[in-house]
């Protein structure tokens, strides 16, 4: 009797496994209707998921059954499902069934609490309704501007003060030899400034830029393949990015550094580099570096 019990155990969860695998697989396909049937079985069986009420309330909803999707999202919510993807789905809900002006207080209430989704609410064609409305069309741009800072230099100008470095450069050395080439991008939504170095030995290095608007300060992050680690911090001093860090000499002693970029002209930048070791008193020149845009057509010799 035992082993009869242990068996109609397994073949149950076999059974449960299928249940869930072919309701995702009608979720994925977008057959709703089939959907919507399993994933209503399925919050029978698991009633504290709150995944198969967002499914199923999802499902229901792009079924037509509103007042139906409208209790499983709210079930969904109750049990702690992603607030964002729940404030989404109520929100076409109120936009499917005409209550324009609940799904706008709804969308204005992602914006002001900086939610994400204005790409998902634009590609779902329960908001087409609200394309019109300014309030809606104000609060996607609220969640894009928060989403991409960066991106908004009218805005945020600061986040663009070092972008005259951002291009690939050949970089030379005091005296004009060759020191090694230099690929400057915009990354993460324009938000990082990130440099790929490579000199003339072959040897490699990365640093990472970016505004902390918080603190308002520029910081880099440097690290190469021969073990170095440098973390500056620094500003604009007229059309100037100067950065300072904390650092050691080669014996170990404490040393300070600065390094300045000078935008020379839109295609040649001077970064500047110097170190001290009496406090910032009196400095020396590490290193004196100049960098000139690469121009379509350049010959293999000077890549």
């Not at 779902?124 to 230099?153: G, T």
């Amino acid at each position: 009797m035992k082993h009869v019990l242990v068996l109609a155990l397994l073949l149950s969860g076999f059974a449960f496994a299928g249940d869930i695998e072919a309701a995702l697989k009608a979720y994925q396909a977008k057959q709703w209707k089939d959907a919507a049937t399993m994933y209503g079985k399925l919050t029978q069986s698991e009633p504290k998921n709150a995944l198969y009420w967002y499914r199923l309330g999802t499902s229901l909803r792009m079924a037509g059954d509103l007042p139906q999707a409208e209790a499983a999202l709210t079930q969904a919510q109750q049990l702690g499902f992603q607030p964002m993807m729940i404030s989404i789905g109520l929100a076409a809900v109120s936009a499917q069934s005409g209550n324009s002006d609940k799904a706008l207080t709804l969308i204005e209430t992602m914006a002001k609490n900086g939610m994400p989704a204005a790409t998902i609410i634009e590609n779902d064609a329960s908001f087409a309704p609200l394309n019109s409305q300014p309030r809606f069309v104000a609060a996607l741009e609220s969640m894009k501007e928060q989403a991409a800072p960066c991106k908004y230099a009218q805005k945020n100008p600061q986040y663009r003060q070092f972008d005259f470095w951002v291009g690939e450069w050949d970089v030379y050395g005091k005296g004009g030899a060759l020191s090694g080439h230099s690929r400057v991008d915009l990354i993460l939504g324009n938000c990082v400034v990130s440099e790929n170095w490579t000199d003339m030995a072959g040897g490699e290095g990365k640093s990472y830029n970016k505004y902390n608007a918080p603190l308002k300060r520029w910081e880099q992050y440097w690290v190469d393949q021969y073990g170095a680690t440098t973390f500056y911090v620094g500003n604009l001093e007229g059309p100037n990015l100067v950065y300072l860090a904390d650092g050691f000499d080669p014996t170990g002693k404490p040393q300070k550094m600065r390094m300045t970029f000078f935008p020379l002209s839109p295609d040649k930048v001077r970064q500047f580099g110097e170190n001290s070791d009496d406090g910032g008193k009196t400095w020396t020149v590490a290193f004196d570096l100049t960098y000139v845009r690469k121009q379509s057509g350049n010959n293999a010799a000077g890549k």
